[in-house]
């Protein structure tokens, strides 16, 4: 199993322990960016499409939340990424 197929089932698994560092791994990956919008916590995927997603990044290196993995897993399949 590679890699990106491993941090793919990571994420699909829903862990409530998964880490702003781990989506930038996957979306490098799936050959998405990140880029943050000004000086806040808020950021976009960008998809290979150029479809956007928007998000919050985690503070203080917190996980995210239940459901905003869940909308990332709905944004990367919808964007058939996944």
């Keep these: 199993m590679s890699t990106k197929e491993k941090m793919i089932e990571r994420l699909l698994s ?3 322990d998964y880490t702003y560092f781990e989506l930038r791994g ?3 990956k799936l050959g998405c960016t990140i880029s943050q919008k000004g000086s ?3 950021c976009m ?3 290979p499409s150029g479809a956007r997603h928007a998000f919050h990044k985690p503070h203080n290196y917190s996980y995210f939340k239940e459901y905003a ?3 990332m897993i709905s944004y990367f399949r919808r964007e058939g990424l996944i």
């Design 45 to 47: 995927i960008i998809s």
């Design 14 to 16: 829903v862990p409530k």
């Design 69 to 71: 993995v869940k909308d």
């Design 26 to 28: 996957l979306t490098s």
């Design 40 to 42: 806040g916590s808020r």
